[in-house]
Nanobody, 117 residues
């Protein structure tokens, strides 16, 4: 069964940095997008960044220039480097794998990121 394991969340002051990691296992398809979504209290889940199976990168305007996404296909891992964090970045961050062939989604359990002074 496919599983995503996230790590790297935590608390940081405004202007600080965090790096999230997400390792996939049991994904039986060769082609899949890997990305990160986030959900703040009282808000809908939103896309943060994604790297497609074809290595195209899509990053939300709200984090462009501050966040960087990358993936290591050999390790089946996606990373989110978050710099210059702001209080509005506080949310639960979810790792996502989207299977290209079936359009199905796999979600991680989420990791909390809190930006506060």
């Amino acid at each position: 069964q496919a599983q995503l394991v996230e790590s790297g969340g935590g608390s940081v002051q405004p202007g600080g940095s965090l790096r999230l990691s997400c390792a996939a296992s049991g994904v039986m398809y060769r082609l899949y997008d890997m990305g990160w979504y986030r959900q703040a209290p009282g808000k809908e889940r939103e896309l943060v960044a994604v790297v497609t199976a074809g290595d195209e990168v899509n990053i939300a305007d709200s984090v462009k220039g501050r966040f960087t996404i990358s993936r290591d296909n050999a390790k089946k891992t996606v990373y989110l480097q978050m710099n210059a964090l702001r209080s509005e970045d506080t949310a639960v961050y979810y790792c996502n794998v989207r299977i290209v062939a079936t359009y199905s989604n796999i979600w991680g359990r989420g990791t909390q990121v809190t930006v506060s002074s």
